[in-house]
């Protein structure tokens, strides 16, 4: 099995800064993609951004020159610098991995952490 830990969520002011952190443990062979993804209330899962193995990143519009996404592959970790953040971040992010476990190498799959809150005050 593989287990996806995040952390590094809060309550900050508009205009602050946080760095999330997700670290994937287990039976894992190799990562490929990383992403972080959020989801505020009454709205869908959105990607915010995404990274390749060999280090290509993708950011949702609204995030493009505040958030950085970054990964250590020693590690197995992603991370999400954000920064002047704005009430509308305000969400549960979660990270997602997509893992090939030593014991089925001829399968992708997608794994989920548990989630972290978010919040940005006005």
């Known amino acids: 099995q593989v287990q996806l830990v995040e952390s590094g969520g809060g309550l900050v002011p508009a205009g602050g800064s946080l760095r999330l952190s997700c670290a994937a443990s287990g039976s894992i062979f190799s990562i490929h993609d990383m992403g972080w993804y959020r989801q505020a209330p009454g709205k869908q899962r959105e990607l915010v951004a995404g990274?390749?193995?060999?280090?290509?990143?993708n950011y949702a519009d609204s995030v493009k020159g505040r958030f950085t996404i970054s990964r250590d592959n020693a590690k197995n970790t992603v991370y999400l610098q954000m920064n002047s953040l704005k009430p509308e971040d305000t969400a549960v992010y979660y990270c997602?991995?997509?893992?090939?476990?030593?014991?089925?190498?001829?399968?992708?799959?997608?794994?989920w952490g548990q989630g972290t809150q978010v919040t940005v005050s006005s």
């Open positions: 997602n991995a997509a893992v090939v476990q030593t014991t089925a190498r001829f399968l992708k799959i997608p794994y």
């Open positions: 990274i390749t193995t060999g280090g290509n990143t």
